[in-house]
């Protein structure tokens, strides 16, 4: 088991920057993979970003490059780091514990089923 803790959300004025930190604890968190994924409002969830516990990242083509994960392996956590935020940013954002894999040139993060309570991004214009 593991258990997400998700922290770091609010509101924001458009072109502001917000922090999430995730705090991942129970088995096997260090060798887990953790990414953010973001739920907006009518839509469906997407992933925004992951990385390996060795730091690979994964940025599907869908998200603008003003997004930055990081991780923290001493401390378990991971970030989003959040820049020029824009309306179409306001979401419930989750993290996710899961794997990653590398196929023909590439990294590809497979969700397992470790979420967080989620963390809400507003952003006002």
């Known amino acids: 088991q593991v258990q997400l803790v998700e922290t770091g959300g609010g509101l924001v004025q458009v072109g502001e920057s917000l922090r999430l930190s995730c705090v991942a604890s129970g088995s096997a968190v260090g060798v887990n993979a953790l990414a953010w994924y973001r739920h907006p409002p009518g839509d469906q969830r997407e992933l925004v970003a992951a990385?390996?516990?060795?730091?690979?990242?994964v940025y599907p083509h869908s998200i603008e490059r003003r997004f930055t994960i990081s991780r923290d392996n001493a401390k378990n956590t991971v970030y989003l780091q959040m820049n020029r935020l824009q309306p179409e940013d306001t979401a419930v954002y989750y993290c996710?514990?899961?794997?990653?894999?590398?196929?023909?040139?590439?990294?590809?993060?497979?969700?397992?089923?470790?979420w967080g309570q989620g963390t809400q991004v507003t952003v006002s214009s």
């Open positions: 990385i390996s516990s060795d730091g690979n990242t």
């Open positions: 996710n514990a899961g794997e990653m894999s590398y196929y023909s040139g590439r990294h590809y993060y497979t969700p397992d089923d470790y």
